[in-house]
T-cell receptor, first 117, second 115 residues
Framework: KNEVEQSPQNLTAQEGEFITINCSYS?????LHWLQQHPGGGIVSLFM???GKKKHGRLIATINIQEKHSSLHITASHPRDSAVYIC???????????????????FGQGTRLTINP | DAGVTQSPTHLIKTRGQQVTLRCSPK?????VSWYQQALGQGPQFIFQ???????QRGNFPDRFSGHQFPNYSSELNVNALLLGDSALYLC??????????????FGSGTRLTVV
């Protein structure tokens, strides 16, 4: 079964703290996405990873393909970072890979991050 | 460069009614995926359209149907609305290259309330 699990579900921290959110998945993937969702619904894509590490400003995303695990880090956290962070994966599904355009994202439950001033 | 546009942003319907939600993909994208997000949950895949065909479908009843137009825009239709259909409906566009989708871009969603 293709599953995506995130931890923690909720995280509260003080401004300036280093934040880590974890994502584990069950089977092989072709790509992993980290997304940010603010109250009101809109989702913003932060990173797409298939290997290694990516950095954008204060955000860093890493992935370990062998361990089927990814982490999202936020350095020098700020109250404006408060949001729900979601991990989503494209699984390597042999059946759907044969159908062009058939990939779908499977989402984790999200991590609600609150940064207090 | 416009991103993904969804309309309407909010909608209130009565049980048993039908609803149509619309999505315009990001310029250059050819694939549209629809997701349902219940309150406090992660998005659940409904279906995906590419080349005006439904390419894959999640575990949703036939009351949920869709369409993709030649300009790549898409509609999600839900018939015989139930209270449990109340959710945020998200549209994501992407571009197919080979057998993979790239550049997922999400819309702000349509919040549907069924009363």
């Amino acid at each position: 079964k293709n599953e995506v699990e995130q931890s923690p579900q909720n995280l509260t921290a003080q401004e300036g703290e280093f934040i880590t959110i974890n994502c584990s998945y069950s089977v092989g993937i072709s790509a992993l996405h980290w997304l940010q969702q603010h109250p009101g619904g809109g989702i913003v894509s932060l990173f797409m990873l298939s290997s290694g590490k990516k950095k954008h400003g204060r955000l860093i995303a890493t992935i370990n393909i062998q361990e089927k695990h990814s982490s999202l880090h936020i350095t020098a956290s700020h109250p404006r970072d408060s949001a729900v962070y979601i991990c989503a994966v494209d699984f390597d599904d042999r059946e759907t890979l044969l159908i062009q355009g058939a990939q779908k994202l499977v989402f984790g439950q999200g991590t609600r991050l609150t940064i207090n001033p | 460069d416009a991103g993904v546009t969804q309309s309407p942003t909010h909608l209130i319907k009565t049980r048993g009614q039908q609803v149509t939600l619309r999505c315009s993909p990001k310029s250059g994208h050819d694939t549209v995926s629809w997701y349902q997000q219940a309150l406090g949950q992660g998005p659940q895949f409904i279906f995906q359209y590419y080349e005006e065909e439904e390419r894959q479908r999640g575990n949703f009843p036939d009351r949920f149907s869709g369409h993709q137009f030649p300009n790549y825009s898409s509609e999600l239709n839900v018939n015989a609305l139930l209270l449990g259909d109340s959710a945020l409906y998200l549209c994501a566009s992407s571009s197919v290259w080979g057998h993979h989708n790239y550049g997922y871009t999400f819309g702000s969603g349509t919040r549907l309330t069924v009363v």
